[in-house]
């Protein structure tokens, strides 16, 4: 029953996909539409280079159809958290070398995702202690992750327009650095309230210059970065994120609806491998989050959908099958079950990830959840 689709909105007289069905997605042949989201971990080695213990845990979840990257910066000033991995030097490009190849032989493929967090971040992580930027200087509520513990938001510069072809050339640059390092494509992280969320949503983009104001304005350096890392990727191995409900990093807008609907009809003409959809959130509906469901997105978008967004293997199952979405990324989930993929489709009890082991750390909650095949007599709970 397994079928091949590039054309997944056309349902009429096909068998249902399953998380199981292979798929064309762009460029790329998936075994199977059970993604890896991408995951930060905090544990990159020294000059935010991947290191061996990386290596291991991309390894081990090779069997997923997708492998993306956790949110890794194109520049030092697009960090904003202790030991994130960057993509702007050649020792990271030879460290994520090392990944990309091990997920390579054994069977996978994987996606860099190019980050800049923008306001996200504290000057105690940025070059020269100066202090992060925005489209706007709005400070964002809440604490930052520092080195020395969460700290209190900054008010962040605006940036000039006349520095955005600087920011745009690192994405460019960035992604040139991706190739280098053997990955399949990359994923532009335009999601959770970071820097390229912030130019979109009205909330963070106050703006009267050509990037702030109207919609089309707004959208103008997501999309100026979109086209440049189409200049050193084919289309077919871009993929975007966007988060329409998210209220993360204190983000908010006065018509999600109606933002999130064009850029993704804006996306529509580029031929991306897929568009990322991240849906509400319990927490975002708490914090007055709006629900843009993926099938509202299906309704006009017509090519690759993926959605995020704390799914099971069941409603995974009916989002597949009922045609909402193509493919299924899960962070959680994955990050506690290496093999998921084999885990759900026999329908294998599940290990439960544990929350204090999420964020830095060593080898213990990352590379120590076993896969079903390797359990001991007394597996995680
Ligand atoms: C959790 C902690 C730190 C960063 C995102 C990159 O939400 C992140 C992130 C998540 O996209």
Do not use: C
Not at 214 to 234: D, G, H, I, S, Y
Request: aromatic fraction near 8%; proline fraction near 8%; charge should be neutral.
């Amino acid at each position: 029953m397994e079928q091949e689709t590039n054309k997944p909105h056309q349902k009429a007289r096909r068998e249902a996909p399953t998380l199981f069905s292979p798929i064309n997605v762009g460029a790329l042949r998936l075994a199977n539409r059970i993604v890896m989201a991408p995951l930060t971990r905090n544990r990159a080695g020294p000059g935010f280079v991947p290191q061996d213990l990386n290596v291991e845990y991309y390894r081990q979840r090779a069997s997923a159809g997708l492998i993306i990257s956790e949110a890794t910066q194109i520049a030092p000033e697009g960090m904003g958290y202790p030991d994130t991995p960057g993509i702007y030097s050649d020792e990271q490009v030879a460290g994520w070398r090392r990944v990309t190849d091990a997920v390579h032989t054994a069977g996978g493929q994987m996606v860099l995702q190019l980050w800049h967090v923008g306001r996200i971040s504290h000057p105690s992580l940025q070059p020269g202690r100066q202090l992060p930027v925005a489209p706007s200087a709005i400070k964002p509520a809440g604490q930052a992750a520092t080195y020395e513990g969460p700290q209190e938001f900054v008010t962040p510069r605006a940036l000039a327009a006349d520095e955005l072809p600087r920011i745009r050339d690192q994405y460019r640059e960035a992604a040139r650095k991706a190739r280098a390092a053997g990955f399949d494509g990359v994923e532009i992280h335009n999601a959770n309230g970071y820097l390229l969320d912030q130019f979109l949503r009205d909330g963070t983009n106050r703006r009267t210059d050509l990037y702030g104001g109207t919609l089309e304005n707004r959208m103008r350096f997501p999309l100026e970065v979109l086209k440049a890392v189409l200049e050193v990727w084919p289309a077919g191995r871009v993929g975007i994120r966007l988060s329409p409900s998210g209220t993360m990093n204190d983000m908010h807008d006065s018509d999600p609806k109606a933002t999130f609907t064009a850029m993704v009809k804006a996306l529509e003409s580029y031929g991306l491998a897929y568009i990322h959809i991240m849906e509400a959130l319990e927490a975002d509906i708490r914090h007055g989050g709006v629900q843009l469901p993926i099938s509202y997105f299906r309704s006009f978008y017509k090519g690759i959908l993926m959605v995020n967004g704390e799914y099971d293997g069941l409603k995974a199952q009916a989002v597949v099958a009922l045609g909402d979405a193509d493919l299924v990324s899960f962070g959680r989930l994955f990050l506690a079950n290496p093999d998921l993929p084999a885990r759900l489709r026999e329908g294998l009890p599940l290990n439960v990830p544990d929350p204090r082991t999420f964020y830095g750390g060593g080898a213990a909650g990352y590379t120590d959840y076993p896969a079903w095949a390797q359990r001991t007599d007394s597996p995680r709970p």
